[in-house]
C-alpha cells in the first residue's frame, strides 16, 4: 500500500512546514514532492494536506498517518539493517542436528572455523539418528542435519532434501588392549565370529548383523547401547569387543581400549542434508562449508 519514499517524504514535508522547505532538505525539486505527495494520496485513497492560505494543514487522515510515519521508517531502517547484516554473514541462526559421534567431532570443529571467520552467526544444536533426524529436516524443526548410510543398508531420502556428501567412515573394532589380536594392525570380522559383541545404534547393529550374515555366522550380542562411552567401558572391561565407527577413535578415553582396521575395509557414507532452498541462504551455505572443510580436513588426515 505504502511505497517507503513516500512516506520518508511526507514525514520530511510534516516536519518541515511545506513543499519547498522540504524539498531543500532532501535535495528534491518541489515539483517532484508534490508529486509524491499526489502518489501518497492516491495510496491511501484520501487527501493527506489541505491549503489554509499560504500554509499546509494536515488532514485527519494526515494527521493520523504523520503518527505513525516516523514508526515506519524506523521499522523499514531496523529491517534493512537486519537483512543487511544476513547476506553479509554478519548475523544469522542455524539450527543443525546431528548424530552422536558426529557431533563430538565434525561439528566442533566447523564451528570453531565458523566463530573465527563470522562470529555474528550462531548456531543452535540438536542430536538425532537417521532417519528421524532427516524428518527434522523436512518439518522445518532444523536447518541442515548429518546423517550416515551403509551400503547395504540405504534408505530412500524424502525428496525435498539435497545430500552433500562429507566423508566415508571407516568402521573399527573396539578390542581391550589384553586381547590378542590387539597386536594387529588390522583385523578380519569373521576371526571375531566367537567374541561377545557390544552392539550400537539400531541402524548401526543392523548393519553389523548384515555383515556378519554375509559372513556366515551370528554374533553373540551381550550388551546393546547408543553411548559410545558405555561402549568403550564394557570394551574396557573385557565384557565384549565393538564394531563401530571411526569418528569415534576421535574421542577413545580409555585406556584399556585400543581400535583396529577391518580387513577388508568396511565403511559409511557421512552426508548432510538440507532443503534445497536453503543452500542459498548466507548462513546456513557458512555452516555446510565449514562442514565439509572439517571433513575434507579429516579424510586428508
Known sequence: MFDSRHIKTFHEVVRAGSYSAA?????????????????????????????????????????????????????????????????????????????????????????????????????????????????????????????????????????????????????????????????????????????????GCLRCRANFLHECAELGFAPEIAFTTDDNLVVQSLVAEGLGVAMVPGLVLSFLVHRKVTGRALDPASRRQVSAYLLREHLEIPATARVLAALRTVAERRVGC
Open 23 to 199: 524539498a531543500r532538505a532532501l535535495g528534491y525539486t518541489q515539483p517532484a514532492i508534490t508529486q509524491q505527495m499526489k502518489a501518497l494520496e492516491r495510496s491511501v485513497g484520501t487527501p493527506l494536506f489541505v491549503r489554509v492560505g499560504r500554509r499546509m494543514r494536515l488532514t485527519e487522515a494526515g494527521e493520523a498517518l504523520a503518527r505513525h510515519s516516523a514508526v515506519i521508517l524506523e521499522s523499514i531502517s531496523t529491517a534493512r539493517q537486519q537483512m543487511e547484516s544476513l547476506t553479509r554473514l554478519r548475523a544469522g541462526k542455524v539450527t543443525v542436528c546431528a548424530f552422536p559421534s558426529a557431533g563430538a567431532t565434525l561439528v566442533p570443529e566447523a564451528l570453531a572455523e565458523l566463530a573465527a571467520a563470522h562470529p555474528g552467526i550462531r548456531v543452535e544444536l540438536q542430536e538425532d539418528e537417521p532417519p528421524e533426524s532427516l524428518r527434522r529436516v523436512v518439518r522445518g524443526e532444523c536447518d541442515i542435519t548429518l546423517a550416515f548410510t551403509y551400503p547395504g543398508l540405504r534408505e530412500q531420502v524424502p525428496e525435498e532434501l539435497v545430500e552433500i556428501p562429507l566423508l566415508e567412515d571407516q568402521l573399527t573394532v573396539l578390542l581391550p588392549t589384553g586381547h590378542p589380536m590387539a597386536r594387529r594392525r588390522a583385523v578380519q570380522l569373521r576371526e571375531l565370529a566367537g567374541e561377545r559383541w557390544i552392539a
